[in-house]
């Protein structure tokens, strides 16, 4: 058997400890795997006192993790902090310095500094493995960068964020209002007290991101994601998404078309015969279209702590054999600065739904607003009668450009018969 | 970049011209990502004057692939062939002996000799690579091997065989009965002019095989699977089966329990919530359980020349780009001997349909059958009244061993009022 591998963790937060846990508790198993042991050679907190799942005592103890990530007798570096900036990437900076590999579930620092770490992992020889950081405990980064290998991809989507798959389906079965449950979220403990970062979309923008440049060979580019969350997404809305067959799900688009890349966070309507629409819960999901393999749905739990260690020590383990790739799967410095293509060029269905006076002439001045913007109705309704109130009135649109439904939304708003602003969902057949 | 990586090519039937071509199409594609060109030096197959999708001319030809597998100047020698014995498993031994890599996707030879090959391919320091013996372009084998490296696997199953998805999902469509639904597969070219192996679950039963292995670190134990395939499957179970929740589908199921493992192949009856239930047509889905990571499920197309290049090109990839990793993830030396269960000890709820005539007593009879079985009932249903006449009765039963089972349908089947051998179905909860 070959010597061991000395990793040093990083952040003993709910990932670090179940990382050490795993570890832990499968080291045989991992070590019939690997042809050698793994062994914890160091660990770094912020509170060496607090009270965790897992006993680090015996463990050489950091305070400071970017010291203890420059260590000479350590081999992975195992960066579990998270953060876009600040100590994690110092860590992941100064290991790579001192020729270490480097493990990390952090999206948000990949998405913002994913090639600049990935030029220095491969110009210094070293790994970095991220597997943890997109999916949780679903291999898709593995996917995409082997499985995947032999395929052109031309567009991969998903359900990317728990928190709010779980607060969408919960809404649908419930029929309670996006507040309403998000409270109970935040109280079960499967949303944070700040539930900005999942609701308004970002971390689903993070995470398609770093899946957009690895899919497409392309550098990563968090500013060309077009991001939307689902805090307007009303449960008459997801009434109105079932009685037309679809269901509401917050999806990571990215699709190549035209020389450009297109990458879109947003609650959209899908069909609910398809695959990803029946994804419920705290549940992710991944689908790549891949030009000979075809379509390739994978799904499974995207956080937690059991799910997240068992990413971190895929990655560890595939280290440990000596697999070493390149970051997204070609060479950083071959990652291609593809243009991205602004969401107002997107051409797609529309779902609109409006808060109307019921009055003679007001479906008239909707349906003229969508004809000089050139947009062509599939469908209108208006349920009920309610003479001189407010009535619900929705229309699904045939296929048309962004900027064209921008346009007449505007003159649709401004209608004096239009009581709040219109209520936009795109749809997307997939 | 490094020099080319020289292969060789043993079979150009549908998957080795798909591979060709998929090679020639993605050729730039595949170096960027190996960083080395991938050279197709040598081709074999029965008939050089046949008319190909893909122009062979070119390549050095072989009438005896078994002597072309020996050739010096080669890296790694493609097996797709087929066949369990004889010409295919000669070139696979004979490339190994000579040094190369080797790839297939051959599942009824790795079902039958895949230990011995992997410890031949193991002692001589090459890869055997076998991603498309599987769930077709499903990247299952790497997800198994490497993206859940980190968990200890209690069950995995899945839909394994496009033509019995197909021809189930088609019977449930359209109420036709199985030799109907067959023969309309054969003309479309979905099932084979001989259907037995993939029919009889004899298909299913290989891949399971290999699955089992790579999920439990044991070795290939392909007698030790229980096979049962769709033939007697009928538009009548379908519709009791969609009328109690279920779907039908046949089932590949490894679990490991007690020291042993169950592997079972049966057309079982499944909750139609359930992801898999969902799965229609030719797509396959394999199914796995980890203790860290939960479930994982993952789907796609199961067949077909470009999914199944798809495979065969990301195991030469990984070659080329110089990961190596033991046959079923542990070295094949290593592969325990699990012994396993027999069927008759399996416990799990169980579907009885049967054929009675319709006169008093009939009911009471098969009751006692099962209670001196000790089988408790979940519920009993006989539709319409016909006095005299045939009627069906269905039963679903609580958990029960198999073997109590067995001797109860014995039972009622030697009761005069009973016209046909009992119809029994698993009922699978997943």
């Known amino acids: 058997m070959s010597a061991a591998l000395r990793i040093a963790v990083a952040g003993l937060g709910t990932v670090g400890s179940g990382t050490l846990q795993l570890l832990q ?14 062994q914890v050679a160091a660990v770094s907190a912020r509170d060496r006192q607090k009270k965790r799942s897992v006993d680090v005592s015996a463990i050489r103890w950091f305070d400071d993790p970017v010291a203890m990530a420059g260590e000479a007798d350590i081999d992975v570096v195992i960066e579990l ?6 100590i994690a990437k110092q860590v992941i900076e100064r290991a790579i310095a001192a020729g270490h590999s480097v493990i990390t579930a952090n999206k948000a620092l990949l998405a913002t500094h994913g090639v600049a770490l990935a030029r220095s992992a491969e110009a210094a020889g ?25 395929n052109s991809v031309s567009r991969i989507y998903g359900i990317l964020n728990g928190t709010c798959n779980y607060i969408l389906s919960t809404m649908r079965d419930s029929g309670r209002e996006f507040a309403d449950v998000l ?3 935040q109280e079960l403990g499967y949303a944070e007290a700040d539930p900005a970062f999942d609701v308004d979309g970002v971390d689903t923008a993070h995470k398609l991101a770093i899946l957009t440049a690895l899919a497409f060979g392309c550098e990563v580019n968090l500013a060309g994601v077009h991001v939307e969350g689902i805090r307007d997404v009303s449960a008459l809305d997801i009434a109105y998404a079932n009685e037309l067959g679809y269901r509401i799900k917050l999806l990571g688009i990215a699709s190549r078309s035209n020389g450009g890349v297109e990458q879109r966070v947003y609650p959209c309507m899908v069909p609910a015969s398809r695959p990803i629409a029946n994804v419920e819960g705290v549940f992710n999901a991944v689908v790549a279209e891949g030009d000979f393999v075809g379509t390739i ?25 000596g697999t070493s790739l390149p970051t997204f799967a070609v060479p950083a410095t071959d990652l291609a600065p593809l243009p991205s293509l602004p969401i107002e060029d997107h051409v797609g269905c529309h779902y609109v739904r409006l808060m109307v006076v019921d009055r003679p002439g007001v479906i008239a001045d909707i349906a ?3 004809r000089d913007a050139e947009i062509s109705v599939e469908a209108l309704l208006q349920r009920g009668r309610a003479p001189g109130e407010a009535v619900a009135v929705v229309i699904t649109t045939h296929e048309t450009r962004g ?11 401004s209608l004096d018969s239009v009581l709040e602003p219109p209520r936009r969902i795109r749809i997307e057949p997939l």
């Open 25 to 38: 508790e499968h080291a045989d198993l991992i070590a019939a795997r690997c042809g050698r042991m793994i």
């Open 81 to 86: 902090i998270g953060g876009s900036d600040g």
């Open 126 to 150: 070293v790994t970095l493995g991220y597997e943890a950081a997109v999916a949780g405990g679903v291999p898709v980064i593995k996917s995409l960068r082997e499985g995947l290998a032999a």
């Open 183 to 185: 409270a109970e979220a």
């Open 297 to 321: 749905v994978s799904e499974g739990q995207g956080a937690g702590a059991r799910p997240t260690a068992s990413a971190v020590v895929a990655d560890l383990i595939d280290i440990a054999r």
């Open 368 to 370: 003229g607003a969508l």
């Open 403 to 413: 900027l064209a439904m921008d346009s007449a939304l505007r003159r649709i708003e």
